[in-house]
């Protein structure tokens, strides 16, 4: 009886350990994805093919209270391979489109007020 008692009390430290084993190891995987998205973040800025987007500092793109604006109205960020709440990095060909879009908004206005 005894013996088994110890098998079991075994049995748990091992499904323990194993607990363990598979949270520390999603852990790795999550941490080795955000490097790998950090290290092509690094590199589209080495490249100048995105640029740094912070509080106020284009009135087209900005991020304000953590969270992402376009010409002022809340944006998913999902747009920009990084956002943190404080900066996110935009691609040029996303920045591009925002400003296509920024042009067909202001004559879709212009075309209202005439």
Same mark, same amino acid.
């Given at each position: 009886m005894e013996r088994d008692r110890r098998i079991y009390e075994l049995q748990l430290q091992l499904?323990? !350990?194993? #607990? &363990?084993?598979?949270?520390l190891t999603q852990t790795k995987l999550k941490n080795?994805?955000? *490097? !790998?998205?950090l290290k092509d973040v690094i590199l !589209?800025?080495?490249?100048?093919?995105? *640029?740094?987007?912070?509080?106020?500092?284009?009135? &087209?793109?900005?991020? #304000?209270?953590? !969270? &992402?604006?376009? &010409?002022?109205?809340?944006?998913?960020? *999902? *747009?920009?391979p990084f956002f943190n709440g404080?900066?996110?990095v935009i691609e040029k060909d996303t920045l591009n489109w925002l400003r296509l879009m920024s042009k067909e908004l202001e004559i879709e206005n212009s075309k209202k007020l005439t």
């Open positions: 499904t323990e !350990k194993d #607990k &363990l084993i598979n949270s080795e994805a955000e *490097i !790998k998205q !589209k800025l080495s490249r100048n093919d995105a *640029i740094p987007v912070f509080d106020d500092s284009s009135p &087209l793109v900005c991020v #304000k209270d953590g !969270k &992402l604006f376009f &010409l002022g109205e809340e944006i998913d960020p *999902i *747009i920009a404080q900066v996110a």
